[in-house]
């Protein structure tokens, strides 16, 4: 089965979370109800894409 892709309003509030609010994975996984590995890959694509 795919994975479930997650909106791009859910991308921008992980961003958000982590390098704004100072969240850590495990907080922000918690908040937009996917688990840490998810979030950890979307931080390791957006730090390759250089946005911070």
């Known amino acids: 089965m795919p994975n479930a892709r997650?909106?791009?309003q859910d991308v921008r509030?992980?961003?958000c979370y982590y390098?704004?609010?100072q969240s850590?994975?495990?907080?922000v996984?918690?908040?937009l109800q996917m688990s840490p590995g998810t979030?950890?890959?979307y931080l390791r694509r957006a730090?390759?894409?250089g946005l911070t």
């Open 19 to 21: 390098y704004e609010a």
């Open 13 to 15: 509030t992980l961003l």
């Open 47 to 49: 730090a390759s894409a």
């Open 6 to 8: 997650i909106s791009m």
């Open 24 to 27: 850590s994975k495990r907080e």
């Open 39 to 41: 979030v950890r890959n």
């Open 29 to 31: 996984a918690r908040y």
